[in-house]
T-cell receptor, first 116, second 114 residues
Framework: AQKITQTQPGMFVQEKEAVTLDCTYD???????LFWYKQPSSGEMIFLIY??????QNATEGRYSLNFQKARKSANLVISASQLGDSAMYFC?????????????FGSGTQLTVLP | GAGVSQTPSNKVTEKGKYVELRCDPI?????LYWYRQSLGQGPEFLIY????????DSGLPNDRFFAVRPEGSVSTLKIQRTERGDSAVYLC????????????FGSGTRLTVV
């Protein structure tokens, strides 16, 4: 079984500062993918960044980077230069490679608030 | 279409009634997924289609829930004898295939059972 743990129910960050959202995962699959999604109050799930388990480099997409530490089974999201529009719920998710693990499994989310 | 379309966006129904929720995926996407998101929680997997067939329905909570995708594009999630605990946002996602990173989510259907 796969499990995603997000231990920060809520986080605050000052505008223009960087923030790290924590995510740890558990899986027995050797091949898997890790995802971060943003969900604003409007409800849509917006894809931010993806990291494959065999990727040696940490993924980056603009102001988003994924700090992937395979041995520690962590996949933290780093947002640099926070903007007011970054205020939203953030979900970490993973997809395994075997059986029902092929579907995305989500964590419980972190509510990020960017302060002016 | 350009994105994943879900209709209706909101549905209020009485306990015990039958409801259908529709998902129109991105054209050409063979994989389609249904998730349920309760308030304050992450989405939970319900069912996954590859083409017309349900490749994995292990997330359906009970036999009141059923989904179809008869022509390999539009999917309908059907809930019989609705209960108040079924109230949630039902999200649909599609991807070009079962692997990779290309999941696109719809805006969801907010179901309220009164």
């Amino acid at each position: 079984a796969q499990k995603i743990t997000q231990t920060q129910p809520g986080m605050f960050v000052q505008e223009k500062e960087a923030v790290t959202l924590d995510c740890t995962y558990d899986t027995s699959d050797q091949s898997y993918g890790l995802f971060w999604y943003k969900q604003p109050s409007s409800g849509e799930m917006i894809f931010l960044i993806y990291q494959g388990s065999y990727d040696e480099q940490n993924a980056t997409e603009g102001r988003y980077s994924l700090n992937f530490q395979k041995a520690r089974k962590s996949a933290n999201l780093v947002i640099s230069a926070s903007q007011l529009g970054d205020s939203a719920m953030y979900f970490c998710a993973m997809r395994g490679s075997s059986g029902s693990a092929r579907q995305l499994t989500f964590g419980s989310g972190t509510q990020l608030t960017v302060l002016p | 279409g350009a994105g994943v379309s879900q209709t209706p966006s909101n549905k209020v129904t009485e306990k015990g009634k039958y409801v259908e929720l529709r998902c129109d995926p991105i054209s050409g996407h063979t994989a389609l997924y249904w998730y349920r998101q309760s308030l304050g929680q992450g989405p939970e997997f319900l069912i996954y289609f590859q083409g017309t067939g349900a490749a994995d329905d292990s997330g359906l909570p009970n036999d009141r829930f059923f989904a179809v995708r008869p022509e390999g594009s539009v999917s309908t999630l059907k809930i019989q004898r609705t209960e108040r605990g079924d109230s949630a946002v039902y999200l649909c996602a599609s991807s070009p295939g079962p692997q990779g990173s290309g999941y696109t989510f719809g805006s969801g259907t907010r179901l309220t059972v009164v």
